[in-house]
Every structure is written in C-alpha cells, then in structure tokens.
C-alpha cells in the first residue's frame, strides 16, 4: 500500500542547476498538488492538477514547471534552482480537487540549493 | 477565501484533553472544515473534516457551531506522540486547499 511516493528524498542542487521531482499515486486519485514547506512555516501550494490533462498555478508557483505525465505520475520541474528554492517539496493527491476529499501526502523531498 | 487564525502553539501534559480552536469568520455557504496533523519530517495527514454540528471519529472529535464561524478539534486524553502540528482549513470542492502555519502542540510527560 504506497500511496503517493516522491523521489528522490534528498537533493543537493547548485544555484542554476535543474532538476525534476517525481511524484507517482497508486490510489486512481483524479488530483494531485505540490507544495512546499520552508522551515517552521506551513505548506504553500505551488501547482496543483485537478485531473489528467490539466494544471493549474498555487500561491507560489515561480520558478516551477508542473507536468501531469498520467493518472498517476505529476513531475515538479525547477529549471534554473535559486537558494530561495530551498526547502522541503510535499505532493499529494486526492480523489477530487477541493476540500470535501482528504489529501495523502509524500513523504517530501528536501531540497538544498548552495 | 476564507482566512483562518488559530493559535501559534500549545502546551499540555499526557493525559489531558486538547481543544484547539481555529477562527474563520469568513467561511462560505459551501466551505468545510477539515485539520490535518504533521509530524516531523513528514507530510501532513488528515483528521478529521465537517460542516456543521459534531463529527467524531477514532482519534478527534470537531465541533462547530451553527454560525460556523469557528471550530474546535478536541484531542481526547493526548498522550506524547500527539506532538505535531494542527492545521484548520476552509475551503469549498472547487479548489485547492491552502493552508496556514498551524497550531504546534507539544505534550509534555
């Protein structure tokens, strides 16, 4: 029973770098979200997608790039990684966009970017 | 959207009942109420979600009364692994859940 599984879990990136985070749902969940959590702070939502084939921005989505791959896989893309992006990374997914369905969470990546 | 304020942090003893309270004065007509719980290093996890009167379950119980311009999660008996963060969050099935910075309880022994 995996749920929603992120890779990797650690992550070191260089200012400028690029790099893609993966997020796969074994649930048939319809949508899935990414959100990040900067130290002591809450989750800010970054893009969410409420069923295959469509996306749809957060409160913070500069800098990223979401694609929603399938059903199940929905990427983050940060092109040219900033030290600002430093943080820890949350995707989730549920049966429907909204909050009448329970979100499952990842277990996260942490981000670093020097 | 409606805009939440609950507390930045409690404290209590193992043992004791919790009552947290979260403000959302400016609730819609379609908005629900729903807490979920983080631990360190982890994403967070959901509780316990309503829209008006009582809901209960295994682990909280929600209050909210008729005017639904508030509501309490009640953690009965908490003991040490109920240290986490509460968020409250209001929002309708349209959108996506936003959410503050939370309530940190730490229990104490």
């Known amino acids: 029973n995996a749920g929603v599984t992120q890779t990797p879990k650690f992550q070191v990136l260089k200012t400028g770098q690029s790099m893609t985070l993966q997020c796969a749902q074994d649930m048939n969940h319809n949508s899935m979200y990414w959100y990040r959590q900067d130290p002591g702070m809450g989750l800010r939502l970054i893009y969410y997608?409420?069923?295959?084939?469509?996306?749809d921005k957060g409160e913070v989505p500069n800098g990223y790039n979401v694609s929603r791959l399938n059903k199940r896989e929905f990427s983050l893309r940060l092109e040219s990684a900033a030290p600002s992006q430093t943080s820890v990374y949350f995707c989730?997914?549920?049966?429907?966009?909204?909050?009448?369905?329970?979100?499952?969470f990842g277990s996260g990546t942490r981000l670093t970017v020097v | 959207l409606a805009k939440t304020t609950q507390p930045i942090s409690m404290d209590s003893y193992e043992g004791q009942e919790v009552n947290i309270t979260c403000s959302h004065n400016n609730i819609a007509t379609n908005d629900y109420i729903t807490w979920y719980q983080q631990f360190p290093s982890q994403g967070p996890r959901f509780i316990i979600q309503g829209y008006k009167t009582k809901v209960t379950n295994e682990v909280a119980s929600l209050f909210i009364p008729a005017d639904r311009k508030s509501s309490t999660l009640s953690l009965p008996r908490v003991s040490l692994s109920d240290t986490a963060v509460y968020y409250c969050?209001?929002?309708?099935?349209?959108?996506?859940?936003?959410f503050g910075s939370g309530t940190r309880l730490q229990v104490q022994p």
């Open positions: 989730a997914s549920s049966e429907r966009t909204g909050s009448d369905y329970g979100y499952t």
């Open positions: 969050l209001v929002g309708d099935d349209r959108r996506a859940l936003t």
């Open positions: 997608s409420a069923s295959e084939g469509t996306t």
